[in-house]
Structure formats: structure tokens, C-alpha cells
């Protein structure tokens, strides 16, 4: 069991690290999301950008996989929702060609992937009171802060300020990407949450030793 789920984090992890640095590239340097440019932001896309939710998709699909034939060992209810959401979300944007923006927007929070893969790496290792799994902890409060709570702030402020073109979407698009994003926040949080224990529980052992 604890080969399968190194094997399945090894996957995760390769998955996290490419559609982040494709994410961050697509919304903030390729310029195709730019104000600047003419017509509404929510139906751009590009052959790029439809083939690299293309992967993300493949990765959802086997992780889901995984997750119902192995239940709940590699994660309960709550990571069945998330990638759920999330599969559903990308399908529909590679699909329709619609709200690209927003789904690269919310897969740059696969940025924390590799750092939660290497706390449980680090801990089966038995490495669980080495310096490493320390700052692995305080690096995972760091990212996960800036990229599943700021970022989702931007989002939902740019969604603000583009809610005109958000209107004219397809129905289903409409509603999906007005829903998806808060049920994805609040899980977001509450697992900020249990980060922050986690780590202060390891700061407080350190301390006492």
C-alpha cells in the first residue's frame, strides 16, 4: 500500500510541477489573457492551452481512479470532491474553449503538490524530526498561503471586474465558474488550517526537545 501511494505522489508531483510552470506562463506571460487585447477573456484559448488541460485531465482521471480503488486510503470525501470539481472544470474549459483563465488561474494552486508530497516522502522516511521536515513546514504554510488563499483573492477580484463577459458565457460555464472556485476556496481553507496545527504541533515537539 505505501509503495502504491509513493508511486501515485511521484505521479502527482510531476503532474504539480509541469502545469504550474505551464499555469503561471499562460496567465501572467504569454499575454493571451491580456486587457489589451480585443474581445472577452473568458473565450480565449489556444492550442496550447487547450493541450495542456489535455494532460491535467489524463492526471485527474487516473488519480480518481486511484482514489476509489484504493478508498479511502489515498484520501477521503473531501479530496473526491476537489478533483471532481476540478475534472469536471477542466473538461468543460477544453472543451467549449471557454474560462481558460480561470482554470490556469485556479491549477497554479498545484504549486503546494510537491511540498505536501515531501512532507509525507520526508515521514515515511523517518525523517519526521529531521530539519528538513521543519522547513518543508514552514515552506508549505508560505505557498499554500500565497497560492490557494491570495491568488484565489485575485481570481475572484478579476472575476469581479470581468463579470460582464462571465455573463455571456454559456450556462453551464456561467455557473460552474461562479460555484467552483468558492467550494474549492473553503476547502482550501479549512486545510490551511490543519497546515498551521500541523506545523505548530512540529514547532511546539522541536521546542520542547
Not at 31 to 42: C, I
Not at 108 to 130: C, H, Q, Y
Request: glycine share 6%; aromatic share 16%.
Amino acid at each position: 500500500m505505501q509503495k502504491i501511494e509513493w508511486n501515485n505522489r511521484g505521479m502527482s508531483t510531476v503532474h504539480a510541477i509541469f502545469i504550474t510552470v505551464m499555469s503561471v506562463y499562460l496567465v501572467f506571460f504569454s499575454g493571451m489573457f491580456s486587457d489589451q487585447l480585443d474581445g472577452p477573456v473568458t473565450v480565449r484559448s489556444s492550442s496550447l492551452s487547450s493541450f495542456t488541460l489535455g494532460v491535467s485531465i489524463g492526471y485527474f482521471i487516473t488519480d480518481i481512479a486511484m482514489i476509489y480503488w484504493l478508498y479511502p486510503a489515498l484520501g477521503g470525501m473531501e479530496y473526491v470532491i476537489h478533483h471532481m470539481l476540478s475534472l469536471m472544470s477542466t473538461m468543460y474549459a477544453m472543451l467549449s474553449g471557454e474560462a481558460h483563465v480561470y482554470i490556469y488561474m485556479g491549477l497554479i494552486t498545484e504549486t503546494t503538490t510537491p511540498g505536501i508530497n515531501l512532507r509525507w516522502f520526508l515521514d515515511v522516511a523517518g525523517m519526521k524530526n529531521s530539519k528538513a521536515y521543519l522547513v518543508n513546514g514552514v515552506a508549505m504554510v508560505v505557498t499554500w498561503l500565497v497560492a490557494r488563499i491570495i491568488l484565489f483573492m485575485y481570481l475572484f477580484y478579476h472575476m469581479f471586474v470581468h463579470y460582464d463577459q462571465i455573463k455571456k458565457m454559456n450556462t453551464f460555464g456561467y455557473f460552474l465558474v461562479l460555484i467552483a472556485p468558492c467550494i474549492i476556496f473553503v476547502m482550501n481553507v479549512l486545510w490551511f488550517s490543519k497546515i498551521l496545527k500541523g506545523l505548530k504541533k512540529t514547532m511546539a515537539k522541536r521546542h520542547a526537545e
